[in-house]
């Protein structure tokens, strides 16, 4: 007579574990007589036609496949274009770019109902992307001085453009037609920022009236004078760096005074 003894096993069921007696002679016969069933994608360790032995582990996966598809956001880029009109560190947002979608599919791996792995089998667009345009200066910035001397406003730099030749109007560009006065060659720069004059001229409350600023030694103060390009104007105004053949014209903003830079100039005394 033949006797079959019982041994003992741990079986992990998918996520269940537990320790099990079979008196089967291998792992695919245990599985049948615990009415486990494989699918095509299933797994189980050890391989079925293995013999059990005392205290054996076997493992029974189970594989689940789906599939999944998701709206997902195209990211857009940023492109950068030269420009001259703007100075060197500016930048200026041209058009601020636009997110696109797209349907992606998904093939997902579950392994006893948790999953594995997820691959990409499939994407198509929705809606394109744009891209954000930035433009980018590279214009070399212009240093202008801002000289009120009177007050002893904080100099910022003169303009040195080669290029500022500002056209004022013809009428007080043209000399005048007096006689008597003297006639010299200067080197013009011009200043801005309001105040007091060394003469007393308050440039805030007057912002257009023509002031030049000059070396009281060649042009006396309070002297009336044409300066080519400026037109008449009262020499008003002194300055630490106006020493010799220099003249500081006077305007009321910025912006002109980059124009003017630094030019020689005909002025006349009146």
Known sequence: MKIDRAIKLVLQNGAKKEQVWSTKANVGDLLSEKNIKLQKDDRVSPAKHTALKEDMAILVTYVDKKAEEKTEKIHFDTVY????????????VLSAGKQGSKKVKYEIVLENGKEKSRKRISEAVVAKSEDK???????????????????????????????ASSKVSSASSAAPSTSG????????????????????????????????????SVIPLGSKVWVEGYGVAVAGDTGGAIKGNIVDVYFPDHGS???WGRRTVTVRVL
């Open 81 to 92: 274009k030269n420009d001259s009109s703007l100075e060197k560190g500016e930048t200026k």
């Open 133 to 163: 345009v930035v433009a980018r200066g590279t214009k070399e910035a212009q240093v202008i001085a801002v000289n009120n001397p009177s007050k002893q406003k904080a100099s910022t730099s003169r303009a040195e453009s080669s290029q």
């Open 181 to 216: 006065g003297k006639t010299f060659t200067m080197e013009s720069t011009a200043y801005t920022g309001g105040g007091t004059t060394a003469t007393g001229i308050n440039l805030s409350a007057n912002p257009g009236m023509k002031v030049v600023a000059v070396d009281p």
């Open 257 to 259: 005074c980059v124009n």
